[in-house]
T-cell receptor, first 113, second 115 residues
Framework: GENVEQHPSTLSVQEGDSAVIKCTYS??????FPWYKQELGKRPQLIID?????GEKKDQRIAVTLNKTAKHFSLHITETQPEDSAVYFC????????????FGGGTRVLVKP | NAGVTQTPKFRVLKTGQSMTLLCAQD?????MYWYRQDPGMGLRLIHY???????AKGEVPDGYNVSRLKKQNFLLGLESAAPSQTSVYFC??????????????FGEGSRLTVL
C-alpha cells in the first residue's frame, strides 16, 4: 500500500520567516495530495490540496508544489504568524481507492514571536 | 448543520471491556472513515465505508469492527479492549466523487484510554 514520509517532525521559526515541510510518497498511482492543519485539541482541517495534473498551487501565504517524477510534494508557508503554530499533515490518495488518505507522521510547527 | 459528530468524546475502559463509538454526519456523504491518531504516527486508517451496508479494512483493522447500517452513521466497535488501543479516534466523511472534492471532514475526536 501507499507509504507517506514527512519531514521534519518539528519545526521552529521566527515570526515573519518562511516554513517548508516536505513529504514523499511511494505509490505512483496516487493523484491527490492534501495538507491538513490540526491545532491543539482540535480536529484536522484541510488547508490546501493539489492534484497530480498540477505542479504548484498557491493560496495567499501557503503554497504546495508537487514533483511527480520524484514522488515528493512540499508545503510552503510565507510570512509566518503565531496562528500558524499547529501540527501539519500531508497525505496522499488515489481516486479508485475510496478516497482513502494515507497520512504522513505530522510536523509540529512553532512560530516564535 | 452539525457536520460530523462523534460520541462519546472521552471514555476510560478496563482491559477486556467492550465499547462502541458512534459517528454521525449530516452532509449526505457517501464515504466514511475511522482513523486513530497516536503521537508521531499521524492518522492511521482503521476501517472505511464507501456506502450504506459496505465496510472495508484499512491499515490497522485488527481488534476493531465496524458497521454502516444507515448512510449517515458509522459505528466503530472494540470487542475486547487492550491498552494498545489507547488513542484518539477520528471519524471522517467525504463525497464519493474525488473530482468534486477529495476533502475529508473530520469529527472532533474521541479520546479513549484503556487501563
Amino acid at each position: 500500500g501507499e507509504n507517506v514520509e514527512q519531514h521534519p517532525s518539528t519545526l521552529s521559526v521566527q515570526e515573519g520567516d518562511s516554513a517548508v515541510i516536505k513529504c514523499t510518497y511511494s505509490d505512483s498511482a496516487s493523484n491527490y495530495f492534501p495538507w491538513y492543519k490540526q491545532e491543539l485539541g482540535k480536529r484536522p482541517q484541510l488547508i490546501i490540496d493539489i492534484r497530480s495534473n498540477v505542479g504548484e498551487k498557491k493560496d495567499q501565504r501557503i503554497a504546495v508544489t508537487l514533483n511527480k517524477t520524484a514522488k515528493h510534494f512540499s508545503l510552503h508557508i510565507t510570512e509566518t504568524q503565531p496562528e500558524d503554530s499547529a501540527v501539519y499533515f500531508c497525505a496522499a490518495s488515489k481516486a479508485a481507492a475510496g478516497n482513502k488518505l494515507t497520512f504522513g507522521g505530522g510536523t509540529r510547527v512553532l512560530v516564535k514571536p | 448543520n452539525a457536520g460530523v459528530t462523534q460520541t462519546p468524546k472521552f471514555r476510560v475502559l478496563k482491559t477486556g471491556q467492550s465499547m462502541t463509538l458512534l459517528c454521525a454526519q449530516d452532509m449526505n456523504h457517501e464515504y466514511m472513515y475511522w482513523y486513530r491518531q497516536d503521537p508521531g504516527m499521524g492518522l492511521r486508517l482503521i476501517h472505511y465505508s464507501v456506502g450504506e451496508g459496505t465496510t472495508a479494512k484499512g491499515e490497522v483493522p485488527d481488534g476493531y469492527n465496524v458497521s454502516r447500517l444507515k448512510k449517515q452513521n458509522f459505528l466503530l466497535g472494540l470487542e475486547s479492549a487492550a491498552p494498545s488501543q489507547t488513542s484518539v479516534y477520528f471519524c471522517a466523511s467525504s463525497y464519493r466523487r474525488q473530482l468534486r472534492t477529495g476533502e475529508l471532514f473530520f469529527g472532533e475526536g474521541s479520546r479513549l484510554t484503556v487501563l
